[in-house]
């Protein structure tokens, strides 16, 4: 192993890289765990503001779709790190002012928390515009056949509408996922340790620049490909009803 | 509990399901499966039911014909409050659908355990095509009405092969001819043990070679005694499995009886020329 390393003179990278002490990589490690706690946090409050947004585009009063169409296009017409910075302070802010106001004193709030909130938001108004869609796309046929069986409102949710439109949703959430997960590099900007922060300061620590950030590179890589994997999977989870479009020749 | 809106409040109508009240008004009412009262729907300012009433017995096999656009499908969907009546009273087995003023349901939880009781069979089928055969069957039965898992396999078992899809079970709807579609349907339907099924053209949908192996098996269903309400377009059909064969034209009765008299000896004209055209 030592010799390999040798004669490809990559000697000190690996001692760079290592987990243990003097090296970094347990560090950016550590990031890359932070970084997809963030993201699995951020895509699952996505998910959940974005089922419930879909349903209220589609089924809503004039005001709630109204509310909701200014949320949709502001988050989206709004460059993510922009919304992250005033997302995060003014999200701070107001918590310490109520906090205050309550009689507390100031709240100290964690990275985590604070940016799973900040990038769920972000990550909700992509999400309702794909479950909307998605939504649409169900047969209504399906959902009238729950209706007439005497399903529960919920209990056509859960076993009906959200398994057929898992079918039209998983390419689109897919993507979404990804852009999570390298939506949480933004939170460097507000201090937060995860990947692309613990990047930089391992780089500027000792000025292996090209390393290191070749090798936070790798990581990112790593998570899109098992993504990928792992979505493969539920698509065709998703999709086993439906007939491939590549079955029955020509 | 007070019914609103209602002329004859019957103080058994919420006992549980499937008691029937001994009600007093009409001495035949307790085999009543379905009746249905000046029954109106209006889509915005279009008419399209004008005061239907309609009473189908335990057992009875109940043909509705008529145009297209007559409001055979209103009707129907009209039953189990897929559409909101405009205002009339239904009453099934007994029960009647709570309504406000306005015709909406005032009991969801009762609109609920009714359609339960309802079976609706549709033109397209509408099986659920993200689960096999055997789970559109048993889907009902496990999470409404809280059949035990293994009990509703079992059953559900049964009824694939009663309708002849015993080595369908593991197969999605999208992979089936319409006939085998249907038929699944159907059995899903028997699967909660309605007290009367509806059926909107179940073969309207299908080529021509796949209409017989659905019509069999709702010949042998009316044969065994199950109550149903028919839309369809089979007049041969409808004449040879029906007890009692209604019109609709322009959303209302235009002549009703016994399939022998209403095809073989219509009397309004335009029944006479609605036969014609059809045949
Ligand atoms: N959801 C709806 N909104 C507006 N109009 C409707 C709606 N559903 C039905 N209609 C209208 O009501 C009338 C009756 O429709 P219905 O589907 O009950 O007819 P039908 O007798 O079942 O006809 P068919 O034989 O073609 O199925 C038609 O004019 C139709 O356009
Ligand atoms: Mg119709």
Known sequence: ?250 | MPTAASADPDPAATATPGTRPPSAAQGQSGQDAVRIEGLHKSFGTLEVLKGVSLTAKQGDVVAIIGGSGSGKSTMLRCINFLETPSAGKIVIDGEEIEMRADGSPANRRQIERIRTRLAMVFQSFNLWTHRTLLENVIEVPIHVLKVPRAEAIAQARTLLQRVGLANKEDSFPAFLSGGQQQRAAIARALAVDPSVMLFDEPTSALDPELVGEVLTVIRDLAAEGRTMLLVTHEMRFAREVADHVVYLYQGQIEEQGPPAEVFGNPKSDRLRQFLQSVS
């Open chain 1, 1 to 250: 192993m030592e010799l390999i390393l040798e004669t490809l003179g990559l000697t000190e990278t690996a001692a760079l890289l290592s987990l243990s002490s003097p090296g970094w990589g347990a560090n950016l490690l550590r990031g890359l765990a932070n970084s997809l706690q963030i993201a699995l946090g951020a895509f699952g409050m996505g998910l959940v503001i974005g089922l419930f947004g879909a349903y209220g585009k589609l089924y809503g009063g004039p005001i709630l779709r109204d509310l909701l169409a200014i949320y949709t296009t502001v988050i989206r017409a709004v460059p993510e790190l922009v919304l992250i910075l005033i997302l995060y302070y003014v999200g701070t802010d107001l918590i310490n002012k109520l906090a205050q106001f309550m009689g507390y004193g100031r709240v100290e709030i964690s990275g985590v928390v604070a940016g799973i909130w900040v990038l769920g938001i972000v990550q909700g108004a992509y999400a309702t515009e794909i479950l909307r869609g998605a939504i649409q796309a169900v047969p209504p046929g399906q959902i009238e056949a729950a209706r007439a069986y005497g399903m529960p409102a919920l209990l056509t949710l859960r076993r009906v509408t959200i398994p057929a439109l898992m079918a039209f949703a998983t390419p689109g959430l897919a993507n979404l996922w990804l852009i999570a997960t390298k939506d949480t590099a933004l939170l460097a900007v507000v201090g937060f340790n995860e990947l692309t922060l613990e990047t930089k300061q391992a780089a500027s620590s000792t000025r292996s620049y090209f390393t290191f950030f070749l090798a936070a590179g790798g990581l990112y890589l790593m998570v899109t490909l098992c993504s990928g994997v792992v979505f493969a999977r539920i698509e065709k989870w998703a999709r086993r009803g439906q007939p491939s479009l590549r079955q029955g020749g020509l």
